[in-house]
């Protein structure tokens, strides 16, 4: 993930970068060969895949939970597919939030079951049928697994940070792309660039000539959540932590000390100690993100939940038209796809 990543990844590619260029080629071969032949499982509903060409955080999760309050305003029932980060159920798992922790099923899956059904498998064509089969969902929206190839997408939103981009540009281990970005882009619907920046302009280019739609969306804090004016220890097991940081400060508070910990962090008991004595000396509150809030509900003292202040963000589209454009292209290419299986089988 992006904080457990070598800083290389996120700068301008250098000796180390081609150094490992012979494992990102051999790397890059077989993702991008798997992309483009792996026989993809067609799902009864419409399936939107909200994916990133890189590893780690660039505000996938805020954006799927847009677009399920968007399909269920379209009068549809719509369930959330994960592969669950650190999760340990051997078959097909619907997510319980008030008995599952975060070490079973993951963080985000906890997050998104507070908006709809969230199924947590790595065989995501089951996670599938579970959904439909057990909740009723007619509308299947894949939280990460751009590349996994495992089921059919109807449509493809691939989401990059505006601040980050692909970083150098690089396939794994020598950079951040999960697979050479030119087969990615293949099976790209639309690109959403989150934030301010411009890392992501050249990217943004290249999808742009290929026909790619380009959407814009940012994060911020919940509506109606403003911070008091307080200085704030704000710490965050996510992929760019410095993200949260500058939410902190757009929300009204001050922060006066970062923590940073890897992506997906458990949290010891001597480092939440430590967090909480370190505020107490230096008089500050304690603040963190939502995702680690769901990591800490199950385990962590109850005096240091009391004290804990959580920041809740989502994603705002530039334009409010296009989270309905999205869901119901999405259904356009369902029914296509059923009308051609439909005259293939006449």
């Known amino acids: ?55 780690g955080g660039s505000g996938k999760t805020p954006v799927a939970i847009a677009l399920v309050e968007q399909a269920k305003r379209m009068q549809l029932s719509p369930g959330f597919l994960s592969r669950g980060h650190g999760g340990s159920f051997a078959q097909p798992h619907i997510v319980d939030p008030a008995h599952d922790s975060a070490r079973y099923v993951g963080d985000e899956p906890l997050l ?8 947590v498998t790595a065989d995501r064509a089951a996670g599938a049928r579970l959904l439909i089969e057990k909740c ?11 590349q996994s190839a495992r089921i059919h997408i109807d449509f493809a939103l691939v989401v990059v940070d505006a601040r980050y981009g692909i970083g150098n540009g690089h396939v794994i281990p020598g950079g951040p792309l999960r697979a050479p970005l030119r087969d990615q882009l293949l099976f790209a619907d639309a690109l959403l ?8 302009d050249a990217v943004i280019r290249r999808a742009a000539k290929a026909g790619k739609p380009i959407f814009d969306a940012r994060t911020c804090p919940l509506a109606g959540q403003r911070l008091a004016a307080n200085r704030y220890l704000a710490f ?27 992506d997906h962090h458990y ?9 909480a004595e370190t505020a107490r000396k230096e008089g500050l509150s304690l603040i963190t993100t ?29 334009l409010d ?26």
């Open 236 to 262: 965050a097991g996510i992929g760019h932590p410095e993200k949260f940081f500058a939410s902190v400060e757009e929300a009204g508070g001050s922060v006066a000390i970062g923590r940073a910990f890897p």
């Open 267 to 275: 949290y010891a008991a001597d480092e939440l100690a430590e967090l």
């Open 112 to 119: 998104l079951a507070e908006h709809a059904p969230v199924a």
């Open 193 to 200: 660039k989150m934030g301010e920046g411009t890392a992501a």
């Open 136 to 146: 009723g969902c007619n509308f299947i929206i894949m939280d990460d697994g751009f």
């Open 1 to 55: 993930m992006a904080s457990e990543a070598p800083p290389f990844w996120w700068e301008k590619a250098d000796w180390r970068a081609y150094a490992l260029w012979p494992l990102s080629l051999a790397y890059g071969l077989v993702a991008g060969r798997r992309m483009k032949s792996a026989r993809r499982e067609k799902i009864d509903v419409p399936v939107l895949c909200v994916g990133n060409f890189t590893v």
């Open 290 to 318: 939502a995702k680690d809030a769901a990591r800490l509900r199950h385990g962590a003292p109850a005096d240091l939940l009391d004290q804990l202040q959580v920041l809740h963000v989502g994603a705002v589209f530039d």
């Open 321 to 346: 038209h296009v989270r309905h454009r999205i869901v119901q292209e999405t259904l356009d290419a369902w029914r296509r796809r059923r009308l051609a299986a439909l005259e293939k089988g006449g």
